[in-house]
T-cell receptor, first 111, second 118 residues
Framework: DAKTTQPNSMESNEEEPVHLPCNHSTISGTDYIHWYRQLPSQGPEYVIHGLTSNVNNRMASLAIAEDRKSSTLILHRATLRDAAVYYCILRDVGGYDKVIFGPGTSLSVIP | GAVVSQHPSRVICKSGTSVKIECRSLDFQATTMFWYRQFPKQSLMLMATSNEGSKATYEQGVEKDKFLINHASLTLSTLTVTSAHPEDSSFYIC??????????????FGPGTRLTVT
């Protein structure tokens, strides 16, 4: 499995933007970059995914480096509800692989 | 997105007893279901993968006779923890994969079940 590395933890002030980095230097051409997050005591939820181009949805934006060896999840305005563990995961284009979680980044949001 | 439910959300059982956790895909047919376990302050660990009508495939180190998985229909999978012990206390999360509206394969997660063995 192609691996990702993320910082263990990050802090952000409420209502400020948050940039969560992810390195995936061994990404293959058919790997999509997926982000999930897990709120305390809940199951993971899908946030966003992309292949090469930057992506936006109502939850976040995903900025993908030109060489695809890194990406950044952007929360434009952090709220207390965004405090969670964020997982950056590479998934095969077909989506028929197993989702394997690394340690992720624990995001704290300071009021 | 699609909805996956789990029941119960919390369960407390005595050591030596068995407990069953249900996972349902509510608005799509789940051809594959996954079971994860998560200990406090740790990430999710995949336990097993099951395809409807087939035996589950267990990850290395997971005892198949202790964690019985049944995936009898396209909307229901169950995990039975047999002869539970305190070290089995954990947060169990199921995930279901099926065809989304776009036709692409997507994986959705349940809310989790907190098991406490006393």
């Amino acid at each position: 499995d192609a691996k990702t590395t993320q910082p263990n933890s990050m802090e952000s002030n409420e209502e400020e933007p948050v940039h969560l980095p992810c390195n995936h230097s061994t990404i293959s051409g058919t790997d999509y970059i997926h982000w999930y997050r897990q709120l305390p005591s809940q199951g993971p939820e899908y946030v966003i995914h992309g292949l090469t181009s930057n992506v936006n949805n109502r939850m976040a934006s995903l900025a993908i480096a030109e060489d695809r060896k890194s990406s950044t999840l952007i929360l434009h305005r952090a709220t207390l509800r965004d405090a969670a563990v964020y997982y950056c995961i590479l998934r095969d284009v077909g989506g028929y692989d197993k989702v394997i979680f690394g340690p992720g980044t624990s995001l704290s949001v300071i009021p | 997105g699609a909805v996956v439910s789990q029941h119960p959300s919390r369960v407390i059982c005595k050591s030596g007893t068995s407990v069953k956790i249900e996972c349902r895909s509510l608005d799509f047919q789940a051809t594959t279901m996954f079971w994860y376990r998560q200990f406090p302050k740790q990430s999710l660990m995949l336990m097993a993968t099951s395809n409807e009508g087939s035996k589950a495939t267990y990850e290395q180190g997971v005892e198949k006779d202790k964690f019985l998985i049944n995936h009898a229909s396209l909307t229901l999978s169950t995990l039975t923890v047999t002869s539970a012990h305190p070290e089995d206390s954990s947060f169990y999360i199921c995930s279901a994969r099926g065809r989304g509206r776009t036709g692409a394969s997507e994986q959705y997660f349940g809310p989790g079940t907190r098991l406490t063995v006393t």
